[in-house]
């Protein structure tokens, strides 16, 4: 199987480039390259389309890893076009999709910067994002002032930057691990971590915006006891019931 490399990794911010295709399989194809996040880490996989030298248009309906690792399924809606290993298309994300998962995804780590406990679960949605935390007994989690706390975090605008350390230096810093069901991206030795500023510091596989001030004013939707220690925080745009 091909490899393909995920450029959404290092430049998330692309939202098209050119490809080949590798492999066709039912209604997925494979590239060599591609800007389509699959679905992983709690944040969906992206939909978008791939337009073929033919010049028909086909829908991605949505992204999944492949059977190895570095394999990428863009699952196609039924359509038009001949599809054939080796032929050059483009391949363009619903970027407005995208951003917005970019935007709740990004949040979320910030909540995981004050809120005191193991991340044992996470989604992204179109618009809202939940998160899970396991907490210690008895600790209780304000709605109003981790919503004031996020704001203040996207007010201050902080930076959100990408790098890499080797398996075995993640290995020694346990502390860097914030989820239990959410394994880092390993591969070739090496995982990328994010830190937004000097609040937090996590691998994660995931696409983020380069600041949090993007991510635009938040709103604690609700706080869920789910389990005699976890709890659930959904957020959500402050503006999504008035653009929605
Ligand atoms: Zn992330």
């Given at each position: 199987m091909a490899a393909c490399t995920p450029l959404f990794r290092d430049y998330?911010?692309?939202?098209a480039c050119a490809a080949r295709i590798t492999r066709v399989e039912g209604d997925s194809l494979c590239l060599d390259r591609t800007v389509f996040y699959p679905q992983g880490g709690g944040q969906p996989g992206d939909s978008g389309v791939i337009r073929l030298p033919d010049g028909a248009i086909r829908l991605v309906v949505d992204t999944q890893k492949g059977a190895s690792s570095d394999e990428i399924l863009h699952i196609l809606a039924p359509g038009p076009g001949h599809i054939a290993p080796g032929l050059l298309v483009d391949a363009v994300i619903d970027w407005r999709r995208r951003h917005r998962f970019m935007r709740l995804h990004t949040a979320l780590h910030l909540l995981s910067a004050f809120v005191p406990g193991q991340i044992s679960g996470a989604q992204v949605g179109d618009d809202k994002g939940r998160i899970d935390f396991a907490l210690d007994e008895g600790a209780k989690l304000d709605k109003d002032s981790l919503q004031f706390k996020l704001n203040q975090l996207v007010a201050e605008d902080v930076p959100v930057t990408s790098e890499w350390i080797d398996d075995d230096e993640l290995e020694a810093r346990p502390d860097l691990i914030k989820t239990f069901t959410i394994r880092p991206p390993k591969g070739s030795g090496h995982v990328r971590l994010i830190r937004i500023g000097a609040l937090d510091l996590q691998p994660c596989g995931g696409t983020h915006v380069?600041?949090?001030?993007?991510?635009g004013p938040l709103s604690v939707a609700r706080i869920e006891n789910k389990g005699r220690h976890n709890r659930r925080v959904t957020v959500e745009f402050a503006d999504s019931k008035i653009s929605n």
């Open positions: 998330p911010y692309m939202r380069s600041a949090t001030g993007e991510i």
